[in-house]
């Protein structure tokens, strides 16, 4: 048995087709057929016209246990499949294996690091946040579903000129009792209020002074650093967790900072490094341009920590593959890390890839944490849940706060993955928690009609008869269910969770049509539990892919 359509169909083809199984497609018009072969391309091959060889080839395709009916059309071999022998391979299928029929072992042995989220700790997760953690938590999930091994990397920003502004202000402003009590957003507060003074020299000087004296390990300041850094630090980990994500490696700029001066030796030793202006560090890359690795005062930047990330990384995991998700805005950044330690000799640097994707935005626009005009995650998912408690309100739910929670959460990471990654996306709260539409709350809704469905029959076992699934519309949720392999090897291949997003809404459409048009409970047991075996497999089937996208389900809703 197999889940795959195709799969089933080669099996049942002459060896003159199989050796052209590649050519095998899809029908976009189910009415023209399941699958369709273009002959054109055979053309040269065969020396005659595609018209010739279509009905040729369906002379040879007779009909056999899956083949029902072969058509030549104007140089296509138009193939309808035995929609009863499909419906219950697939199903049988699935009652045997259950959800494990998706999942893999291609990975089985590679590690993959992916480094997402990596939130500046000066600064609270905002919207621009948002799209790194999901889809790097997205990526993540899929990964694993494929075998892989996969450490999260959270390489947050514990480091550099914002930390000597945060530390400054602290020991202008602070109040002890303040941050015992309010914790990251006094320290936020801090940080804002200190921005406020950006471009005045005295501030900037005492700003970069600060940062500086940290580096230079001053025992007054490391002591008051190492205080702050673990609040925000723990203010971090708990709003990533209430995205659902948890990581491995919390290593970030700091522990780096210390591996800089031996990566720059590594450098100059090499002949990569040269002299700037005013005594700075840098590295000509040519045509990707200068990269500064050391300011004129000594201090470090992001590439000069990112580059020993990466070998260290390697030392401990062995990674087969290091992925980064940032915004496109950092793609030559990463090239040019990624350059730099090609021309030092580290293969591994090849294994490297940088996911970049467009920006998310409120219908308001931009957010600067700097100026404190934020959109505060936190304030996003509490101010969603808000909403959905309000659209819910009069459906007298037992479970309503979990709903509300469950669809404020949904709505609000789905807006990651609606589209490509690469493309820009504006997050509009009141579309996102539309019951109708393309939304998270839909496929939420869909998956607890369908359990809703399942209860009301109370049937625990009975004979499964698959011409009860030939029907257009059961036979399509049938089609669907079984592609669902093929849309996870097409989002690994393409790391693109949008594939998955995709294949979901086009499932619960399909499931809806299916049990608005065709009575599933029905007078008739073998009918009613053979149409309850293809709504439950629906079902598992969209929790499966909506936990790939970091939503959550409820039962009743």
Not at 200 to 229: G, V
Not at 292 to 312: C, E, F, H, N, Q
Request: aromatic content about 10%; glycine content about 6%.
């Amino acid at each position: 048995m197999n889940m795959d359509i195709k799969e089933l169909l080669i099996k049942d083809l002459p060896i003159e087709i199989k050796e052209h199984q590649e050519l095998i497609v899809k029908c976009s018009d189910s009415k023209k057929g399941d699958y369709t072969i273009p002959c054109f391309s055979l053309a040269k091959e065969f020396h005659k016209a595609p018209n010739l060889i279509a009905e040729e080839l369906a002379d040879k395709l007779q009909q056999t246990n899956i083949i029902e009916n072969v058509e030549a059309v104007n140089g296509y071999l138009n193939i309808f499949l035995n929609r009863e022998v499909v419906s219950k391979n697939i199903v049988d299928n699935f009652v045997r294996k259950g959800q494990k029929i998706f999942c893999s072992e291609e990975g089985k042995g590679k590690t993959i690091c992916i480094d997402f989220s990596s939130a500046n700790l000066a600064k609270y997760l905002h919207i621009g946040h948002l799209s790194t953690t999901i889809l790097g938590e997205c990526i993540a999930r899929l990964f694993e579903n494929a075998g892989y091994k996969v450490v999260r990397i959270n390489f947050v920003g514990d480091y550099g000129t914002p930390f000597g502004k945060i530390i400054a202000a602290y020991q202008l402003w602070g109040n002890e009792d303040d941050i015992k009590t309010r914790g990251v957003d006094a320290i936020q507060d801090l940080y804002i209020e200190f921005c406020k003074h950006e471009g005045e020299e005295e501030f900037d000087n005492l700003a970069r002074d600060t940062f500086k004296k940290l580096e230079q390990k001053d025992p007054k300041i490391t002591e008051l650093y190492n205080k702050l850094i673990a609040i925000c630090l723990e203010s971090n980990k708990q709003e990533t967790e209430a995205l659902g994500v948890k990581f491995d490696d919390f290593n970030g700029e700091r522990y780096y900072n210390d591996m800089v001066d031996d990566f720059v030796k590594q450098l100059d030793q090499k002949g990569f490094l040269q002299e700037g202006e005013g005594g700075s560090k840098i590295v000509d890359l040519g045509n990707l341009g200068i990269v500064l690795i050391k300011k004129s005062d000594g201090t470090s930047l992001y590439a000069t920590r990112d580059l020993p990330a990466v070998v260290d990384r390697y030392q401990k995991y062995h990674f087969y593959k290091n992925y980064y998700v940032t915004d496109v805005a950092q793609k030559l950044h990463f090239e040019q890390v990624f350059k730099i330690l090609q021309k030092m000799g580290y293969d591994y640097a090849n294994d490297c890839k940088h996911i970049y994707y467009g920006r998310i935005r409120l219908p308001e626009g931009k957010i600067s944490s700097r100026l404190g005009k934020q959109a505060l995650i936190r304030d996003i998912i509490s101010e969603a849940t808000s909403k959905a408690r309000e659209v819910i309100k009069d459906r007298n739910l037992p479970n309503a706060e979990q709903v509300a929670k469950v669809v404020g959460l949904g709505a609000t990471v789905f807006t990651v993955t609606k589209n490509e990654k690469i493309k820009d996306t504006v997050f509009d709260l009141n579309e996102a928690l539309r019951f109708d539409g393309e939304t998270s709350p839909y496929m939420q809704y869909t998956y607890a009609r369908l359990s809703s469905i399942l209860r009301k029959a109370d049937i625990k076992d009975g004979k499964f008869d698959a011409k009860y699934l030939t029907g257009d519309d059961a036979y399509e949720v049938v089609k669907i269910v079984a592609g669902f392999k093929d849309a996870l090897n097409q989002a690994i291949e393409r790391i693109e969770p949008n594939v998955i997003n995709k294949y979901t809404m086009e499932l619960c459409k399909a499931v809806n049509k299916f049990y608005t048009t065709e009575r599933v409970l029905t007078d008739n047991a073998t009918e009613t539990f053979s149409k309850c075996q293809l709504i439950k497999i629906a079902r598992d089937t969209i929790k499966f892919a909506l936990n790939l996208l970091c939503i959550d389900t409820v039962e009743i809703m």
